[in-house]
């Protein structure tokens, strides 16, 4: 089944398109507005007598009480801004009037959107390495919060198998922020080098001292996280894992750009999400992480959004956790990636361990689910404490956004649309309730919940064969009973076959000359392994999942 994702065009204003407006929350004394084409970016230095220096819009500036205007995607030169009046007492009036000039390409509220996560608190767990919490990861049925089956997981440990990660892949984390003196963030957080402390904008990208990020709500270089959500969700994605302490997250290596979009109070506007969508982009990131959601639609954020596809960055982002279809933005976009929530035993979250009346939304536009309902992970509070767990989309989001680094670490030349194609195709149908998770794309689960081994494994290339040739051709009988035999070695130097556990069960080394080899497996149980070939760097070059049946 096909589908597309809802978008919108703004084309003139009509009673409802005001209505559409009052549906929805936005900061009542500022708009955001595009020039048309044909019109020069105008410089913020002007006095708001003639901001546009154009007579007709001074004109109206003067008599809405324009008193302030931001640049949004200031480095991208967006001819887009967020202008602050007064007092505006009719918005609708306001935009109508700005409309008419026919100088702008749209003149929108400046909507205000929400973290898509509620935090709640463990205080019986010890304080020690708690992996076994992390049933998202790797869940084996004994998670105890809330009912759990085995396998209902991303099989992330398998997946670390293959990669886990690359450090010039830069994830950006627009969000609360995050606490830069962690210890589980040590080594794992972007900084601009090529800024310096100096009160200049030394790099020249128009932020000053941004060395750590930006923090677009207090506008100054500070994202430190204030709500503890963005804590959660970047650690979710860039914990540091296998060091005895804490939890993994989903990339080893990646580095986590932090842009704060939200308030202490888990809430944001609009202007700021676009303008930190621009800066990511801009300064580097290839994956974008948006646990936020507002019900507005807007032309700014999504001519953002777009900006971002064009530029081969990835953009994840939360269906949110109101249990119904309504669209929320920017996962409403086409060009997002949308995810919903499911939990440890693979059931779309309704509720959230939060409230009755929450679950995970729903809608044409959804591409996949991962789990998030009782996601541990990091305090903002606490370096020390490990008890702290999150529920909602919020939680699934960065789950996604961290297999979407280690996918562009396995291979940097794949664009959006590839990692998109990679993450629909290897996620697993009909895992939830089959009264809402059917047979191919549905409402509720998308393409299925993903799983990331499959996603590492199907589609891991070397020498530009993909991995379904290798199913073909090389390894064979699959299924296997007695014997595995596989040929067309050339180029590989070792063999390795594991079991679903991880443990090692074959592993044997190779000279180049060597083209086939047969494997006795009669003393193997019944079930999948995973046969990995690799190449003379010992990086892992080809992998495939193979069942031994009796």
């Not at 004109?59 to 931001?70: C, D, E, N, P």
């Not at 948006?290 to 777009?306: E, K, L, T």
Request: glycine share 8%.
């Amino acid at each position: 089944m096909t589908f597309i994702k809802s978008f919108g065009f703004l084309i003139t204003f009509s009673l409802s398109s005001f209505l559409a407006i009052a549906q929805h929350e936005f900061v009542p004394n500022q708009l955001l507005v595009k020039m048309n084409a044909e019109v020069q970016p105008f410089l913020i230095e002007r006095q708001p007598t003639n901001i546009f220096d154009i007579p007709e819009l001074d004109s109206l500036g003067i008599h809405y009480g324009i008193y302030a205007v931001q640049p949004i995607g200031r480095q991208a030169n967006t001819s887009t801004y967020l202008l602050s009046f007064s007092n505006i007492t009719d918005i609708e009036m306001v935009i109508t009037s700005f409309m008419n000039t026919n100088y702008f390409e749209f003149v929108e509220p400046n909507y205000i959107g929400y973290g898509g996560g509620r935090q709640g608190v463990d205080e019986s767990k010890p304080n020690d390495t708690y992996f076994n919490r992390q049933y998202g990861l790797h869940n084996d049925g004994t998670f105890t919060n809330s009912p759990a089956k085995d396998d209902a997981d991303l099989d992330m440990d398998l997946g670390w198998e293959i990669e886990k990660g690359d450090s010039s892949i830069i994830v950006a984390v627009l969000d609360a922020g995050a606490p830069f003196d962690h210890p589980e963030l040590a080594g794992r957080l972007w900084y601009n080098a090529e800024e310096f402390l100096n009160t200049m904008d030394s790099d020249g990208n128009l932020y000053e001292d941004d060395v750590k990020g930006w923090d677009f709500v207090n506008v100054d270089n500070d994202p430190t996280d204030d709500h503890g959500h963005g804590t959660n969700v970047g650690g979710i994605i860039g914990t540091k894992a296998n060091n005895d302490l804490g939890y993994a997250g989903v990339d080893w290596h990646c580095k986590l750009m932090i842009c704060k979009i939200l308030d202490a109070n888990n809430r944001g506007q609009y202007a700021w999400w676009t303008d930190a969508i621009y800066y990511a982009v801009d300064n580097g990131a290839k994956v974008i992480n948006m646990s936020v959601g507002g019900s507005g639609f807007s032309a700014a954020m999504q001519d953002a959004v777009n900006y971002a596809y064009a530029r081969n960055v990835t953009i994840v982002a939360c269906m949110m956790n109101y249990n119904n279809s309504v669209t929320y933005y920017p996962a409403g976009y086409i060009n997002t990636i949308a995810v919903g929530a499911t939990d440890a035993s693979d059931k779309r979250v309704a509720p959230f361990f939060w409230s009755a009346t929450s679950g995970s939304n729903f809608g044409d536009h959804i591409d996949v689910v991962a789990p998030g309902n009782y996601i541990y992970g990091l305090s903002h509070r606490s370096n020390t404490n490990y008890n702290s767990y999150w529920g909602g989309t919020s939680q699934s989001s960065p789950l996604v956004a961290g297999l979407t680094s280690l996918l562009l670490a396995q291979d940097t030349s794949r664009t959006t649309d590839d990692i998109r194609k990679i993450i629909r195709e290897t996620a697993e149908d009909q895992v939830g309730d089959l009264t809402e998770d059917k047979e191919g794309y549905d409402q509720y689960y998308g393409y299925g919940r993903v799983n990331a081994h499959e996603a590492l494994l199907r589609y891991e290339m070397s020498a530009g064969i993909e991995t379904n040739e290798l199913s073909q051709s090389i390894v064979y009988p699959n299924p296997a009973s007695d014997f595995l035999e596989i040929s067309n070695l050339k180029n590989f130097t070792k063999i390795e076959v594991i079991n679903l556990e991880g443990k090692m069960m074959y592993q044997m080394s190779l000279n180049k000359a060597q083209q086939n080899t047969k494997i006795d497996i009669k003393n193997w149980t019944s079930g999948a392994y995973v046969v990995i070939l690799r190449d003379e760097n010992n990086e892992h070059s080809k992998s495939l999942r193979i069942l031994v049946q009796r």
